[in-house]
């Protein structure tokens, strides 16, 4: 696995979570602000003292030993999480907010485990064109 820049890292976390430097800044209580998350995603800062890389990584919802392992050059792995803490979060957003979604999640909580065998299967099957 190749490791990534900071920069790098970065930027691709924010857009695989779809936040911006502002929604880090307030996420951090302004201990790391936007200006300087401009400057990390550029790369035109790459020292961070230990306060700011915790704080970035607090406000990322991130581990911050795999943040400074990206600092240092290192490789980190990638997740194997199934329902990361973002996608998880905008299900559970989504469910809320949208009563057919949350009817229907009610339903399969009610179902056994044959039940929902049943309905992954007709889930899976080709849809036919009308």
């Known amino acids: 696995m190749k490791a990534e820049t900071p920069e790098e890292y970065l930027n691709r976390w924010l857009k695989e979570h779809k936040l911006t430097a502002v929604e880090i800044e ?12 401009g400057q990390l995603k550029r790369g ?17 919802g991130d581990n911050p030993h795999n943040l400074l392992d990206v600092f240092m050059g290192e490789a980190v792995p990638e997740s194997t999480d199934p329902w990361p803490s ?12 949208d009563p ?31």
């Open 100 to 130: 057919i979604l949350s009817d229907i999640m009610k339903a399969l909580l009610q179902m056994d485990v044959k039940e929902l065998k049943t309905v992954r299967k007709s889930l899976a099957k080709p849809k036919r064109s009308r």
């Open 26 to 37: 307030r996420r951090s209580g302004g201990a790391i602000t936007d200006g300087y998350i």
């Open 44 to 60: 035109q800062q790459k020292n961070l003292t230990v306060d700011k890389l915790i704080a970035l990584a607090r406000a990322m």
């Open 86 to 97: 973002h996608m998880l979060l905008s299900a559970l957003q989504r469910m809320v907010n």
